[in-house]
């Protein structure tokens, strides 16, 4: 029988937990993802289709965009990614990643510390919420990375304020290894 091909896209916070979500499905499914980082909604609405011919067809696909988006480099002060923009392109890149025919699940926007610089949690919580509305009205399985990262934010955030630490990756894969288990 054929092992399932599961294709992860997101940013640099997918890119961590990666190599160790494949590790654990070895055996169990083909686990892909580019390898260039996913950045911000408007990257992989463009680079989607170019993923999934390079890579094959996906039969399950975890997806995440937002750290990007939400990101406003001084001396802006506003999100790089409107939220109403943000909701657009995620709506856009949903029509594409359902086109494979895979089952489709969306990964909420890890938080960043208080101190954090061009992110704030409360932006975050806001894109989050707006995001879940959007895949709730689709049918879109949640897989709520955010809460995973808040239960202990001081150990699963590196010093840079943004990146996870070697165990928020383990913590990130291990959640979405329960969610992608139930499709394979």
């Known amino acids: ?7 992860l896209l997101g940013d640099s916070i997918r890119i961590g937990y990666q190599p160790l979500v494949r590790a654990a499905l070895e055996g169990k499914a083909e686990v892909v993802g580019p390898e260039e980082n996913g950045r911000f909604a408007k990257h992989t609405l463009w680079g989607a289709n170019l993923w999934i011919r390079d890579l094959g067809t996906p039969d399950i696909i975890h997806w995440n965009n937002g750290l990007w988006d939400l990101h406003h480099e001084a001396p802006m002060v506003e ?12 709506g856009r890149i949903l029509n ?6 895979a089952a489709v699940i969306f990964a909420t926007t890890t938080p960043v ?4 610089v061009g992110r704030s949690n409360a932006e975050i919580d806001a894109y989050n919420a707006a995001a879940a509305k959007l895949m709730k009205q ?8 955010n809460a995973v990262v808040k239960r202990d934010l001081q150990n699963f955030i590196c010093e840079d304020k943004l990146h996870l630490s070697e165990a928020g990756n ?15």
């Open 113 to 116: 510390p208080v101190d954090a």
């Open 170 to 184: 383990r913590a990130c894969a291990d959640r979405v290894i329960e969610a992608v288990r139930k499709y394979i």
């Open 1 to 7: 029988m054929k092992m399932k091909k599961v294709l």
């Open 79 to 90: 999100a790089l990614t409107s939220l109403d923009e943000y909701i657009v392109t995620l």
């Open 96 to 101: 594409e990643l359902r086109r494979t025919g």
């Open 138 to 145: 689709h049918g879109v399985e949640i897989n709520d990375l």
